[in-house]
């Protein structure tokens, strides 16, 4: 069963304040679909960090943590609540379930600042058996330098004596630094534990942090054909409506969890992609399938990413086909999951061996309908020919209208 806790339960009022969300599987067996929504009551605002927590899978024992800023606008105390809180246990057998927390926020006092540090993972994925290197980057997102820092790894991964630790002199406010670590994996799986525990010093006193990541280790040759890797970029800016980017997430790795060839899948995501966020990952995962998800059109017929403040950016088409004629020997489709890309897919027909986009504006409910399809295809080791058509079929079966269905567009290279 999933348990989750909020901490810390007091806070000051008028200052912004760090608050971790944990899941924790204190069950004998792995959990599935977890999905958490948390509520926040009026008078406590959310600075930063996501309120919904989406995960594949937790292994017994196994916690998650998530962090949040946010400000209370007043002393009082601040009921949090989670309207949707769901998982599946490992028969497959869905489960709801209540939350409730209570944080205090007293009356605030003079603010120090504070260094805040987020470890995120780099690498996708690490080969059993193998000397490799797992790559991580820090992250200072409080508002004070942090001197001392040092991240030690941990979890069911062996380090070189030496080389368990990373050390940082000093990372400024809003800095980023990149970790590397000497590893080799024991246990093969799609998901294994990384655990990066963070120390380090300001003016205000000592700190520690720890975050938790998922790695998949393969056995044999990661790089192989026996493995796809997929690289899923989406992009909702917040300047634009908002679409449900998470649910398509959810229902794809639900349909490759499901298909026979599973273990054959590796899913990556890449949430908020900004241009050099798009090639970062397709030079570190090197996928053989990129699907771009979110929001499409303008003069350009293109995908809409992030700019550096959040805001919506119109890629121009010539210079994402450029990006994978530097960036192509592994692709061989991509998807792009967004309304009015026509010229996009033809652009990038010429370089990829397969490209998807779509002709016409295409419904949340449809573009999600459409995924379904290709990925139950992809998961059952079908070509793209048959994903395309039964991605295309879903949206069929589905919808009330004649237009939509028509709106995907399969595009081969020639020669």
Not at 18 to 43: K, Q, S, Y
Not at 131 to 151: H, K, P, Q, Y
Not at 194 to 214: C, E, I, N, P
Request: with cysteine; hydrophobic share 40%.
């Amino acid at each position: 069963m999933i348990e989750t806790a909020i901490s810390p339960s007091q806070i000051l009022a008028e200052t912004d304040s760090d608050v971790e969300i944990c899941l924790t599987n204190t069950g004998p067996d792995p959990c599935t679909n977890i999905v958490f929504t948390l509520r926040m009551p009026a008078g406590l605002v959310r600075l930063r960090g996501r309120d919904r927590i989406t995960l594949a899978v937790l292994a017994p024992g196994e916690s998650f943590s998530s962090y949040l800023r946010v400000r209370a606008g007043e002393p009082g105390s601040y009921a949090l609540t989670s309207p949707n809180f769901s998982f599946r246990d490992h028969r497959g057998q869905p489960h709801r379930t209540t939350f409730a927390a209570e944080i205090r926020a007293e009356p605030g006092k003079a603010r120090v600042p504070v260094p805040g540090l987020h470890a995120e993972l780099l690498s996708a994925q690490l080969p059993l058996d193998e000397w490799s290197i797992l790559r991580g980057r820090v992250t200072n997102v409080g508002d004070a330098d942090a001197l001392d820092v040092e991240v030690t790894l941990s979890g069911q991964i062996t380090a070189d004596e030496r080389g368990s630790r990373s050390r940082i002199d000093r990372l400024r406010a809003g800095a980023s630094a990149e970790i590397s670590f000497n590893v080799c994996p024991r246990q093969a799986g799609s998901d294994v534990p990384v655990h990066f525990d963070l120390t380090y010093r300001s003016h205000a006193g000592s700190h520690r942090d720890k975050v938790t990541h998922m790695v998949r280790v393969a056995g044999g040759h990661p790089a192989g054909p026996s493995v796809i890797r997929i690289l899923f970029l989406g992009a909702s800016p917040p300047d634009l409506s908002p679409i449900r980017i998470d649910e398509e997430i959810r229902e794809i790795q639900q349909e490759i969890q499901l298909g026979k060839h599973r273990d054959r899948i590796h899913l990556v995501t890449k949430m908020a992609v900004r241009p050099r966020d798009i090639s970062r990952a397709l030079l570190e995962v090197e996928p053989h399938f990129v699907h771009f998800a979110g929001h499409g059109g303008g003069g350009e017929e293109s995908f809409a990413a992030e700019d550096d403040l959040g805001n919506a950016s119109l890629l121009p088409v010539d210079g994402l086909v450029e990006l994978f004629e530097v960036i192509q020997e592994n692709v061989e489709c991509v998807l792009v999951n967004a309304c009015n890309t026509e010229q996009l897919a033809r652009g990038l027909s010429p370089v990829v061996p397969w490209v998807i986009g779509m002709r016409q504006p295409v419904g949340d409910r449809s573009a999600i309908r459409f995924s379904i399809g290709f990925y139950q295809a992809l998961a059952a080791g079908r070509p793209i020919e048959h994903a395309f058509r039964l991605g295309r079929a879903q949206m069929r079966m589905t919808l009330g209208s004649s237009g939509d269905p028509l709106a995907p567009l399969l595009l081969r290279r020639h020669g």
